[in-house]
């Protein structure tokens, strides 16, 4: 058994409920069920299948939940009380980068070629390309409507910074908020013109033939946190060496999703009914470098897409200082947080470097630098375990 067993005190608990969305980027949570990382640092954790954030949040904030995956910016607005009660959320590790998508409806995409009379469209698509269709809707007394995941998420800023950059103004375009797994029912059924969401419901509207992936997120804020661990502060104090172990199991995991033939495997297993329930097709591209576009068009090669680790670093996986207050400028700029709110300190107190690193500090115990050798070598146990698409 792991040196984690020493290390716990008597109030710790190895239990832990830990939530995770049915999500492409989900992977670093399930890779370390699946592969026994959990295990191997003495934990028994329980994956918990949430369907919306406000739930996620809710769940975690009432205890339902020790822990959860959680988007970037969601333990901020924890913390002020942005969505209810302020309730204390810290984030000591970055799970993941980059990530998100644009999708726009066949029917916007058909109108904006046929207003600019091109065959196809230059990628990354402008938001400009809407300015014409948006003056449309105006004669006619509607608006184009786009919908992202959550108020409070990384898709909410990248889709505003999408129309901002090319002179779109936000008031022109109607913002609603639906969970993930919603999106494509609602493009398809033309609830909405288009979306701003994480893997695989993206290419799951090109697959489905239903919607063309005009921009990532790498695009718009390349490399910046999209998935962080979360859980209340009260929680970590009362299970310090519980919350490093969690935190070391699940660095072996990004780790190891670092190798593109081990993310090949990761979409396998999130393709079971148990996570995602999905097929591979669906699940795969993004994992491996590549950005389905249209359903009649080459995927766009994109190796940075998704991120979990870079090798022997901790690069992605550190919760930086500099990452959180540029989220907090995101708040900030579009109103999220009141300009006169005191926020000098907070990203200290939510953004837990110290934490992290602590993981790492005792000289018997991996370090990013060399867990990843540990991940690498579960290979073996792979290959003599029969995958179950």
């Known amino acids: 058994m792991s040196q984690i067993h020493t290390q716990l005190s008597g109030s710790e608990s190895r239990d ?13 949570l399930v890779v370390a069920h699946e592969l026994g990382f ?56 970055v799970l993941s980068q980059n990530g998100n998508g644009i999708t726009l409806s066949m029917a916007l995409y058909e109108e904006i070629k046929f207003i600019h009379q ?15 269709v948006i003056e449309a809707r105006k004669q006619s007394g509607t608006k184009l409507r786009f919908a992202t995941v959550y108020p409070h998420s990384c898709h909410y800023y990248q889709l505003l910074t999408w129309f901002e950059q090319n002179g779109v103004n936000k008031g022109d375009v109607d913002i609603v908020i639906i969970p993930p797994a919603s999106m494509v029912e609602a493009l398809q059924s033309d609830d909405i013109d288009g979306f701003c969401v994480g893997g695989p419901w993206n290419a799951k509207a090109v697959r489905d ?25 009260s929680w970590q104090v009362q299970n310090p060496a519980t919350t490093k172990a969690l935190i070391r199991a699940l660095q072996q995991a990004c780790d190891w999703l670092a190798t593109v033939a081990n993310r090949f495997e990761a979409a396998r297993i999130l393709s079971r009914h148990t996570y995602l329930d999905l097929h591979l097709s669906v699940i795969a591209p993004s994992l491996i470098g590549s950005c389905l576009v249209h359903h009649q068009l080459s995927p766009r090669h ?8 870079v090798d022997g670093s901790d690069t ?27 926020v000098e300190q907070l990203m200290s107190q939510v953004f837990r470097q110290d934490i992290y690193q602590g993981a790492f500090t005792d000289s018997n115990i991996a370090t990013p630098s060399n867990v990843a050798r540990l991940a690498t070598a579960t290979k073996a146990s792979l290959k003599s375990t029969k995958m179950v698409p």
């Open 209 to 233: 033939g239903v919607g063309v992936t005009g921009a990532t997120s790498c695009d718009i804020w390349p490399d910046m946190p999209e998935k962080v661990l979360a859980m209340k502060h």
């Open 16 to 28: 832990i409920a830990l939530g995770f969305m049915p999500l492409t980027d989900c992977a670093p």
């Open 316 to 342: 992605i996986n550190k919760p930086e200082l500099f990452h959180g207050e540029w989220l907090l400028s995101q708040m900030l700029k579009y109103q999220h947080i009141p300009e006169n709110s005191k």
């Open 302 to 309: 994109m190796p940075s897409y998704n991120r979990f680790a």
């Open 38 to 93: 959990f295990e191997g640092q003495g934990l028994n954790v329980t994956l918990k299948k949430q369907y919306s954030w406000a739930t996620m949040r809710d769940k975690l904030h009432a205890g339902v939940l020790d822990a959860a995956q959680f988007l970037a910016p969601m333990p901020i607005a924890s913390t002020l009380g942005l969505s209810g009660p302020a309730v204390n959320v810290i984030a000591p590790m």
């Open 118 to 132: 091109r065959l196809f469209v230059d990628l990354p698509i402008s938001a400009a390309l809407l300015k014409p």
